[in-house]
């Protein structure tokens, strides 16, 4: 980005971010940066966590102060967050309230309307309030989806609240009155565990439900990283960000997690856990033979890690299932089985203007993972043959 774009973004940003100050506060007696110095966070703490979400975003550091304000004046913007057929895994990720996060602090001080977890409200108070925040910021609010969406003759299997609605009446409703819409979790982005075969309620992912244009924020769970930086893409920018063939954001799934992982040394060196607990597994060995499914899957879950960033499943011994592609719970079992050269099959139904050319790319990657497996067979064929010679040396 030449330094006049940088420039010009810059100021389009402030513009923006001025027009966003004249709103009122959610919280007139309080502010973010009151309630994260309450946790313990220095000023320090939050331009370093500021500097972190522009790497993430892949802006330069000339737009740190920018993301820092936008923060700040997060709890301008209406979010609605709705639950539809979930564990609330998504919720827990983000809210972390254990161990609080300046993510989840920030995304605490949000002028959240809804959010079935978190409100005191229920029964008719709760459709009340939902109403209510749906007509006041009606076509200016965020909305947030958590959860597959039991569709057609089975959408009863999803009836919510004092007046019976279903899952799929209320989010369509509200779709419509929404500026920007967000389908978190891969329930609610590509169906889930809910439409795994034979789906028994015909659950469906939320881009199936509304007509009106979804970005995708998979992942069981995703980063909370991943949807607080959604957030603020629509506070700096006033607009959705940049996605694949699947409508995920490309900042956040736009590399494999085979390309961030801190096992690839060991990949490329054909060292691999042959089986959970032996030596390889001891010297943090590659886990593709075990089942490991990080050349198939795209997102950045190695760079954001989970429990307060201090761990993800490959660093704590197990391999990625693959949980932030769609129709993972068909397609990428067994999960501690490699896909070796099975047929690949839900990458050949993409959505989008670049459809062709991410086909393409996946053909690649399919032979890819051929490649892989002969790879992994190989280099155990060869550590054999090492561990024959050096008996006959003895």
């Not at 000339?62 to 919720?91: N, Y």
């Not at 034979?198 to 979804?214: D, S």
């Not at 033979?289 to 899957?297: A, D, E, L, S």
Request: with cysteine; proline share 5%; glycine share 10%.
């Amino acid at each position: 980005m030449s330094n006049h774009k940088e420039t010009k973004l810059v100021e389009d940003i402030n513009r923006r971010l001025d027009e966003l100050a004249k709103m009122p506060k959610v919280r007139e007696d309080s502010s973010i940066m009151q309630t994260l110095q309450e946790h313990g966070f220095t000023r320090r703490d939050f331009m370093k966590w500021a500097g972190g979400m522009a790497a993430m975003l892949s802006l330069p550091s000339v737009f740190i102060p920018s993301i820092a304000r936008a923060a700040e004046m997060a709890d301008r913007l209406p979010l609605v967050w709705l639950h539809m057929a979930e564990c609330t895994g998504c919720s827990e990720s983000l809210l972390r309230t254990d161990t609080p996060t300046i993510d989840s602090l920030i995304f605490d001080h949000i002028s959240l309307e809804y959010h079935e977890t978190v409100m005191a409200a229920s029964g008719w108070q709760a459709d009340e309030n939902l109403e209510h925040a749906i007509e006041k910021y009606k076509g200016r609010y965020v909305l947030l989806v958590e959860g597959g969406i039991p569709d057609g003759s089975s959408s009863y299997f999803l009836t919510i609240g004092a007046h019976g609605k279903t899952g799929r009446e209320i989010a369509i409703h509200a779709s419509d009155n929404a500026y920007a819409i967000f389908a978190i979790g891969t329930c609610s982005s590509f169906g889930g565990i809910q439409a795994a075969a034979p789906n028994p309620t015909n659950a469906q992912p939320l881009h199936k439900i509304t007509n009106k244009r979804v970005i995708n924020v998979p992942g069981c769970p995703p980063s909370e990283k991943n949807i607080v930086g959604n957030v603020l893409n629509v506070l700096l920018f006033n607009a959705l960000p940049a996605v694949d063939v699947y409508n995920r954001p490309k900042w956040a799934y736009g590399l494999r997690i085979h390309d961030l992982c801190e096992r690839r040394g060991h990949f490329d060196a054909g060292e691999f856990v042959q089986e959970f607990g032996d030596e390889g597994a001891k010297k943090g060995y590659c886990l593709y033979k075990v089942g490991c499914k990080g050349p198939y899957t795209f997102n950045n879950c190695g760079r954001e890690r989970f429990n307060s960033h201090t761990s993800w499943p490959i660093q704590a011994g197990h391999g990625c299932i693959g949980c932030s592609e769609p129709n993972f719970w068909d397609t990428m079992k067994t999960f501690e089985e490699p896909l070796g050269d099975r047929h690949f099959q839900s990458v050949f139904s993409g959505l989008g203007a670049d459809a062709i050319t991410d086909k393409i790319g996946i053909g690649v990657l399919a032979l890819t993972g051929v490649g892989i497996a002969a790879h992994a067979l190989l280099s155990g064929v060869a550590a054999k043959e090492d561990s024959h010679k050096g008996a006959s040396n003895e």
